[in-house]
């Protein structure tokens, strides 16, 4: 499975839009983006995923580039509940495993 | 509701106590999957079944033991836990299609004294 990039934190202000970003450059064609978070200590959450398109659900967005070496999740409005660790997911192969990385640490400051 | 319940949520136990840590699901998926968690290590994959009788190993399988005899259960057997298995661990479930999300258990934190 392809290897993924994200800086370690960001921090968001309440009410606007945080935008997550992902370096997967040795992504390949059959490989899917994956989204997840874990706040405090919970199980992780599944946010989104996708192959080549954007995709949008109820609580996020993701913008896949065409090349497919880099995408952002975007939540339109974050609120003070969206502080998290986010994972960039890159999955695919025979098994299709998660493999968690580091992740992004967001931070939403009133 | 659509989960995946572990149980329990915490245990504290002697060293060379075997114990196991259960782990259901309701949604009938074919893959189910057991992840520990350790500070400055991340989610490191314990074991995985693709579906019933059909175990493997993952990253960090030393110490730990799985069973897949019905879709819906797939317990984690520590069968003479240590203080370095000391964690929180989760299990998670998800179909075998590569576009589907897994949904995750609540955690089993548990300390090896």
């Known amino acids: 499975d392809a290897k993924t990039t994200q800086p370690p934190s960001m921090d968001c202000a309440e009410g606007r839009a945080a935008n997550l970003p992902c370096n997967h450059s040795t992504i390949s064609g059959n490989e899917y983006v994956y989204w997840y978070r874990q706040i405090h200590s919970q199980g992780p959450q599944y946010i989104i995923h996708?192959?080549?398109n954007n995709e949008t659900n109820e609580m996020a967005s993701l913008i896949i580039t065409e090349d497919r070496k880099s995408s952002t999740l975007i939540l339109p409005h974050a609120t003070l509940r969206d502080t998290a660790v986010y994972y960039c997911i890159v999955r695919g192969g025979s098994q299709g495993n998660l493999i968690f990385g580091k992740g992004t640490k967001l931070s939403v400051k009133p | 509701e659509a989960q995946v319940t572990q149980n329990p949520r915490y245990l504290i136990t002697v060293t060379g106590k075997k114990l196991t840590v259960t782990c259901s699901q309701n949604?009938?998926?074919?893959?189910m999957s057991w992840y520990r968690q350790d500070p400055g290590l991340g989610l490191r994959q314990i074991y995985y079944s693709m579906n019933v009788e059909v175990t493997d190993k993952g990253d960090v399988p030393e110490g730990y033991k799985v069973s897949r005899k019905e879709k819906r259960n797939f317990p984690l057997i520590l069968e003479s836990p240590s203080p370095n298995q000391t964690s929180l661990y989760f299990c998670?479930?998800?179909?075998?299609?590569?576009?589907?999300?897994?949904?995750f258990g609540s955690g089993t934190r548990l300390t090896v004294v």
């Open positions: 949604m009938n998926h074919e893959y």
């Open positions: 996708g192959l080549k």
């Open positions: 998670a479930s998800s179909t075998n299609r590569l576009n589907y999300g897994y949904t």
